[in-house]
């Protein structure tokens, strides 16, 4: 009796994880899918038609925005790991006594929420606010630029708004790097850039990989940064989304595009995945 | 490794076919989508207060369709209902209306005519300025309204086509003209029984107000004067157009030549191609609910589509450049009206709010405040009295700006010969409509 048990308990420990997973993953999941593949409207009721030609109508209708946001996202990730590198290198490597607090100074804006920060940021970007109003005055602008509802403006607040993501997992990774080891490359005739990209950069792979995940995912479902700093012609497929659920209720249309979404994402990922070698790096 | 194998094929298999009941189990519930599922949902859609007559609580589970697909009441049907008797005042009551609608104590940022209420009636008014745009209100809302719940606030006040919609649906409850003395008394004859609501079954105006172009000279360097001049290149990139699909298209159609009421697909198909011309080459900096007042405010825009009252407030407060004009192409009436949605916490404290601003004492320093066009009749003669007032006190400048409310607030016949009405859009009508907008909107 004692036997099966102690062979059940791996399992048992799964359960509190797994309900979880099936109460608020599984169920709306399914909910989703039905909702996709039914027809019909809030006057009328919807009915489950398993209309699954809604898949192939919304890919159609959306496909500017799909490849808009994945185009954005990528930039973004580069853009956070040319800004987010640097800073993790140097909290890490030289950050000393002060490293606490210069981790600190990087999660701060996470103290204040996702949209006023990005209000702020219409703030700041504003076309006679304190950043483009003083290059016009100084006559480096033209009166008339602006740079909201612009890409960069979208792309800058997303950059914004991610780069923490990118710049903890980096900074763990890095941390975990022994310093002999460097010491040992340059005893061994290594300048320091072939120090940095035989021995750091390889074994930063890790945090690399996980901050890409966690700035590109969200990035490609954001609507917010869109919405606020953007215009017409730079529409996300989470505005798409967005509008489809709350202002035309065409639930079953929203619910496939969050599909694609999803499975488009999922690729993605298995795609980097691949590239990178994740096999070792999450063993690693 | 093989049983493993074997166990990955049936995890699968079980996986997909679980999915599949799943989606049509979910695929029964009564109600639409986002209420949740089954027998939960319909029990819970129970009518309150004097809406006995409201198809909600008939609802039955297995049905397909929303509670309101069971039929619309129609206005004879719930006029018939013998009025329930006043429940007694509670002592609060919660209130979603747009932002700019209410007067504001400049020094202590409290609602002066809320403040006057709370004294009158001891209701102690939450309000929150949380509707910008109707379908993203009515959105976030729906699915408390379709599963009969209480939505969070007691009265709200959309405006005339989201009313129309919401009484077709089912989700607004016939009002106690009984408890609305006020209104029957002193409410003008001009919003008496309004295309979207035939006898002011469920809706009393709130405040109405023109449709029209809102402009900076000093940005646009000439005077506007009609609708094609927001397409004018001279301007792209820093014009402004409503997020709101009826007033959007409804402007461009009266561009067009086109009464609004009497649209044909084809009329809307070419309104679609003109703006879509535009929106492609970049003349429209966005498409805005009640935020568009920032951005003309502070001089990101040098010309927008705008609503009246708006403009009269940015005139005094925060931008004193700002002109408002009805388009010559035509302009439209919009009306805002307070409604009760069925389910309501504190029903009788809502008919005393609602009552509240047919009297002259609320109407008069809300209008000199907002500068939208008042439903209460008496309110353009009380306001050019206290203009008179002023200049008799030596005030002029309070006295100019009350003149000037007066004059702008109140459309004489001229302006009103140019205003036009919104279509009342069938549900396919507003379907096909929307894609339509969306192709513009969404780029």
């Known amino acids: 009796m004692s036997r099966r048990l102690r062979r059940l308990t791996p399992y048992l420990f799964l359960v509190p994880g797994g309900l979880w997973l099936i109460l608020f993953f599984v169920v709306p999941m399914v909910v989703m899918a039905s909702v996709s593949l039914q027809e019909g409207s809030l006057e009328t009721g919807f009915r489950l038609t398993w209309n699954f030609g809604i898949y192939p109508q919304v890919i159609a209708d959306a496909s500017t925005q799909f490849v808009r946001s994945i185009a954005y996202a990528l930039v973004v990730t580069v853009v956070t790991i040319a800004i987010g590198y640097p800073i993790a290198y140097t909290i890490a490597f030289r950050g000393g006594r002060a490293k606490n607090i210069l981790l600190l100074l990087v999660i701060l804006p996470f103290f204040t929420a996702f949209i006023i920060r990005t209000l702020a940021w219409k703030l700041i970007l504003a076309d006679n606010g304190f950043v483009l109003g003083t290059l016009k005055d100084l006559g480096l602008l033209a009166p008339s630029e602006h740079v909201l509802a612009t890409p960069l403006a979208v792309i800058s607040g997303l950059t914004y708004n991610f780069l923490p993501f990118m710049v903890l997992p980096l900074y763990v990774a890095l941390e975990k790097i022994d310093p002999h080891l460097i010491e040992a490359a340059t005893d061994l005739y290594a300048s320091r850039r072939q120090a940095f990209l035989r021995v750091t950069l390889p074994l930063s792979m890790p945090g690399l990989f996980a901050g890409s995940l966690l700035v590109f995912i969200p990035s490609i479902g954001d609507f917010i940064n869109a ?58 | 490794m093989l049983e493993l194998t074997g166990l990955r094929r049936l995890a699968a298999l079980g996986s ?28 819970a859609a129970t009518p309150t207060g004097g809406a006995t007559g409201t198809p909600s609580g008939s609802a039955t589970p297995g049905a397909s369709g929303t509670p309101g697909a069971s039929g619309t009441p129609t206005a004879s049907e719930t006029a018939a209902e013998p009025p329930t008797p006043a429940p007694s005042l509670s002592g609060e009551v919660v209130w979603g209306n747009w932002p700019l609608y209410i007067d504001i104590d400049e ?106 172009i809102a402009y900076n000279p000093t940005l646009t ?65 966005a498409f805005y609910g009640n935020d568009y007042y920032d951005a003309l405010a502070a001089g990101d825009l040098a010309l927008t589509m705008a609503w009246s009252g708006d403009v009269s407030q940015m005139q005094l407060y925060d931008n004193p450049n700002v002109q408002f004009v009805v388009p010559e192409s035509g302009g439209l009436l919009f009306v805002d009206n307070m409604v009760l949605p069925n ?51 030596d005030h002029p400048i309070r006295a100019d700006r009350l003149d000037q409310i007066a004059r702008d607030s109140f459309p004489d016949e001229a302006q009103l010969a140019n205003v036009h009405n919104y279509k009342n859009l069938t549900e396919e009508e507003e379907r096909m409509w929307n894609e339509l907008f969306n192709e513009i909107v969404g780029g």
């Open chain 2, 107 to 212: 020094e202590t940022g409290g609602y002066p005519t809320l403040e006057a209420f709370t004294a009158q009636t001891g209701v102690q008014v939450t309000y929150r300025e949380d509707i910008n745009d109707n379908a993203e209100f009515f959105g976030r809302i729906q699915p408390d309204l379709a599963a009969g719940n209480p939505i969070g606030y007691d009265v709200i006040t959309p405006s005339d086509w989201m009313v129309a919609r919401m009484i077709r649906l089912g989700y607004l409850q016939p009002l106690d003209k009984s408890l609305l003395p006020n209104f029957e008394a002193n409410v003008q004859e001009l919003f008496r029984d309004p295309w979207y609501d035939p006898g002011n079954v469920y809706s009393i105006p709130w405040q109405a107000g023109i449709v029209g």
């Open chain 2, 343 to 393: 389910n309501v916490e504190h029903l009788a404290d809502a008919y005393a709010l609602m009552d509240y601003w047919y009297t002259l004492d609320a109407a008069v320093p809300l209008t000199e405040y907002i500068g939208y066009f008042s439903p209460v009749a008496g309110v353009r003669e009380q306001v050019e009295a206290d203009a008179l007032a002023e200049r008799k006190a």
């Open chain 2, 16 to 43: 997909v076919a679980v999915l599949a009941i799943g989606c049509g189990i979910a695929g029964q519930s009564p109600s639409t989508v986002p209420s949740g599922t089954g027998p939960a949902a319909s029990a």
């Open chain 2, 221 to 285: 360097g000439r005077e506007i004067t009609t609708f094609d001049d927001l397409l004018d290149p001279a301007f792209a990139g820093r014009v402004g157009m409503f997020s709101e699909m009826i007033d959007t298209m409804s402007l461009t159609l009266l561009s067009l030549g086109v009464e609004p009421e009497q649209a044909t697909t084809e009329d809307v198909q070419a309104a679609h191609d003109k703006l879509l011309t535009a929106a492609q080459a970049g003349q429209f900096r």
């Open chain 1, 227 to 284: 919405e606020i700093l953007g215009s017409r012609d730079t529409t996300m497929i989470g505005n798409v989304i967005q509008r489809l659920f709350l202002e035309t209720n065409a639930y079953p249309e929203a619910s496939a595009l969050g599909f694609v979404l999803m499975a488009a994402v999922l690729v993605l990922v298995a795609l980097y995945a691949r590239i990178v070698g994740a096999e070792e790096l999450t063993q690693g």
